[in-house]
């Protein structure tokens, strides 16, 4: 009677296990993003930020926040709801730098991950 006991508690944890995984399986295709690349433009004081971040549903895994940070502080913080299509997409931001300012970025997914990139305006 103990054997049975015994395994018919795992085979509980076992299942639980199991239709647990079946039912998050968004967490299982989570990809931190790959590449955070900066370009910045002194004519138009526009900071490009180039995100690679593969997804199967721009809807339901996708780059939630880009932090931006110039010289250690805190710049913005966009957030987003869904990312355009592709896995390698494009963000613009204005704001003003001067030669030897940092840039900080923080690309970070909703599910799970970021990736962070420096920038040193020549």
């Not at 390698?88 to 970021?114: Q, R």
């Amino acid at each position: 009677m103990k054997k049975f006991m015994v395994k018919s508690n795992f085979l509980r944890a076992v299942l639980f296990i199991f239709f647990g995984l079946c039912f998050i399986p968004q967490l299982c295709y989570a990809t931190a993003p790959k590449t955070v690349d900066m370009a910045y433009d002194m004519d138009t004081q526009t900071l490009s930020v180039t995100i690679n971040h593969y997804t199967l549903s721009a809807g339901s895994h996708y780059i939630k926040y880009v932090e931006i940070k110039k010289n250690g502080k805190v710049d913005s913080k966009n957030e987003y709801g869904s990312q355009p299509k592709g896995p390698i997409f494009t963000y613009t931001y204005k704001i003003a730098a001067v030669k030897g300012d940092v840039f900080e970025v923080t690309a970070t997914c909703n599910l799970w991950g970021h990736k962070t990139s420096t920038l040193t305006i020549p």
